[in-house]
């Protein structure tokens, strides 16, 4: 998975309560995305970042958060988790080129 | 209607079968076009991606790229049980930009 880990792998979580998603790169690529993914919608883009404390809205970002306050850290926090986030969630890193996107192995995460 | 519209499956092919998955598409700004390979419980892995229209050949694997219908397809030649997986189509206005993907197609390659 090209030297991304994701953490935790599997959480599950009740309504209401804050989660953290962390994602780890050691490629130093400048580009990071947090994506979900849902049966019958694909992969959606959460949030992205374009370089330490530089983020941006995707399209499903409402609900989230993220942080970037280093090269290789991408945080994403949901801050009061509700069952329709209830998803498969990967990040993903890239150099900024099409054909660089590289995904992590993802979280499955469970809100009750 | 959704920007990007994949048949979800399942497609269960037997081993040697030529395959065909194909994407459509709605926004004519789509210049960029690309295929992911997803195995069960895993993240997609990059397959193949072409710049506007035309074909693009790599092994057993051909994207096409239909620009003026807003059709891609790839193709795989001789598929193998090791090419079951779920295929996601995925598309960008230009370089850098942020991709927009297709729900996926399923394939079951039987032994």
């Known amino acids: 998975d090209a030297g991304i880990t994701q953490s935790p792998r599997h959480k599950v979580t009740e309504t209401g309560t804050p989660v953290t998603l962390r994602c780890h790169q050691t490629?130093?690529?400048?580009?990071m995305y947090w994506y979900r993914q849902d049966p019958g919608h694909g992969l959606r883009l959460i949030h992205y970042s374009y370089g330490v404390k530089d983020t941006d809205k995707g399209e499903v970002s409402d609900g989230y958060s993220v942080s970037r306050s280093k090269t290789e850290d991408f945080l994403l926090t949901l801050e009061s988790a509700t069952s329709s986030q209830t998803s498969v969630y990967f990040c993903?890193?890239?150099?900024?080129?099409?054909?660089?996107?590289?995904f992590g192995p993802g979280t499955r995460l469970t809100v009750t | 209607q959704k920007e990007v519209e994949q048949d979800p499956g399942p497609l269960s092919v037997p081993e040697g079968a030529i395959v065909s998955l194909n994407c459509t598409y709605s926004?004519?700004?789509?210049?960029?076009f690309m295929w992911y390979r997803q195995y069960s419980r895993k993240g997609p892995e990059l397959l193949m991606y072409?710049?506007?229209?035309g074909n693009k050949e790599d092994g057993r694997f051909t994207a096409q790229v239909d620009k003026s219908s807003k059709y891609i397809s790839l193709f795989i030649r001789d598929s193998q049980p090791s090419d079951s997986a779920t295929y996601l189509c995925a598309m960008s206005v230009g370089y850098g930009q942020n991709f927009v993907f297709g729900p996926g197609t399923r394939l079951s390659v039987l032994p």
């Open positions: 490629e130093n690529h400048r580009y």
């Open positions: 072409t710049y506007s229209s």
């Open positions: 926004n004519s700004a789509f210049q960029y």
């Open positions: 993903a890193i890239s150099e900024g080129g099409v054909d660089e996107q590289y």
